[in-house]
C-alpha cells in the first residue's frame, strides 16, 4: 500500500456545510496534523484514533471546515451607563453653546464604545458523530486510493527485482571464469617475483593462490543477495505495513553489492556491481513510499 491519498466528504447540518478532507503523503512514522475551526478543537483526539485505526505509517493532514453560521452567534450589545454617559453630556455641549440639532440614533449607533457585534462559537457537541463517521468515510477514500497507487508500485519493484535476479545471474556466471584469470595473474605475477617455481611446495603453492583467489571471490555476496530477493518477495506480499522492512532488506542488498564492487579486479563484474546498485537505488526510492 502506497502512503500518498486523498479523500473527500461534504455533509449537511442543520444551516451548515461540513468538508472533510484527508491528505497523504510518505513519512518514516504515523505523523498526524489536524486543521480544525476553534469550536470542533475538541474532536482532535476522538480523529486521531480513527486515523490510526485506518493508517500505520504516513503523514495525515485532516482538515475540516464549517461554511455557514449555524454555530457563529451573534448578538447586539450596549454599554447603558456609558450611553446614558454620552447623552448627557452631547446634552451639556448643546447647552453650553447654544446648538439646536437634535440627537440621532445614527450618532449613537456609530459610535463603537455605545453599541457593538458579539460574536460567539458555539461547540457542536451533537456534530461529533456526524463528524466522525465522514472522516472514517474520507479514511476509505484514502485508503482506496493509496492501495490502487500500491498496485502499480508492486508491479514497477517486482519489475526492477527481475532485473536485479537477472544482473545476479550474470555475475554468477562470469564469477568462475574471473577466479580462472585471478589464479592466472597471481601464478605468472609470482614467476615475476620467484623465477623458477620447481622448488616451491606444490601443495603449498595451490594453497597459497586458492586462499589469494577467495579473497576476491564473490559467491558469498551472491548467496546472500538470492536470499535477500527471496525474502523481499517474500516480505512484498503480506498484508500488514511493509515499507520498513523492504527498506532494511534493500540496505543489506546495497551492502552486497558495494562489496562486490570493491573485491572485484574484473572490468565485467566491476560494471555489473555498478548496475545492480543502480537498479538497487530505484527500488529504494519506490519503496519510500509504501507503508
Not at 119 to 136: D, F, N, R, S
Request: include cysteine; glycine fraction near 4%.
Amino acid at each position: 500500500m502506497s502512503m500518498t491519498g486523498y479523500g473527500r466528504d461534504v455533509f449537511q447540518f442543520n444551516d451548515a456545510t461540513i468538508l472533510i478532507e484527508i491528505k497523504s503523503v510518505n513519512h518514516r512514522f504515523l505523523d498526524y496534523m489536524p486543521h480544525f475551526p476553534r469550536n470542533l478543537m475538541f474532536l482532535e483526539e476522538p480523529v486521531r484514533k480513527v486515523i490510526q485505526t485506518y493508517f500505520k505509517r504516513g503523514r495525515i493532514a485532516v482538515f475540516i471546515e464549517v461554511h455557514g453560521s449555524a454555530f457563529n452567534k451573534k448578538t447586539l450589545e450596549l454599554d447603558w451607563d456609558f450611553l446614558d454617559d454620552y447623552v448627557q453630556k452631547i446634552k451639556d455641549i448643546k447647552k453650553t453653546y447654544q446648538l439646536e440639532d437634535p440627537i440621532s440614533l445614527s450618532l449613537l449607533a456609530t459610535n463603537p464604545d455605545c453599541m457593538w457585534i458579539e460574536k460567539t462559537e458555539e461547540q457542536p457537541l451533537e456534530l461529533q458523530e456526524y463528524i466522525l463517521e465522514a472522516v472514517k468515510q474520507t479514511c476509505l477514500k484514502v485508503k482506496r486510493m493509496r492501495e490502487v497507487e500500491g498496485e502499480f508500485l508492486q508491479a514497477d519493484i517486482e519489475k526492477h527485482m527481475e532485473c536485479i535476479h537477472h544482473l545476479i545471474n550474470r555475475l554468477e556466471k562470469q564469477r568462475p571464469i574471473v577466479i580462472q584469470e585471478y589464479q592466472r595473474r597471481i601464478h605468472y605475477r609470482l614467476e615475476d617475483y620467484v623465477g623458477n617455481l620447481s622448488f616451491i611446495e606444490q601443495e603449498r603453492y595451490r594453497q597459497e593462490i586458492a586462499l589469494l583467489a577467495e579473497k576476491g571471490d564473490i559467491v558469498e555476496e551472491i548467496v546472500r543477495l538470492n536470499s535477500h530477493i527471496h525474502h523481499f518477495k517474500q516480505t512484498l506480499n503480506e498484508a500488514e505495513a511493509i515499507g520498513r522492512k523492504l527498506d532494511f532488506i534493500l540496505q543489506e542488498m546495497q551492502r552486497e553489492a558495494n562489496t562486490i564492487g570493491a573485491k572485484s579486479t574484473d572490468p565485467e563484474i566491476s560494471e555489473l556491481a555498478v548496475q545492480l546498485k543502480s537498479v538497487i537505488e530505484k527500488v529504494k526510492e519506490q519503496v519510500q513510499n509504501i507503508e
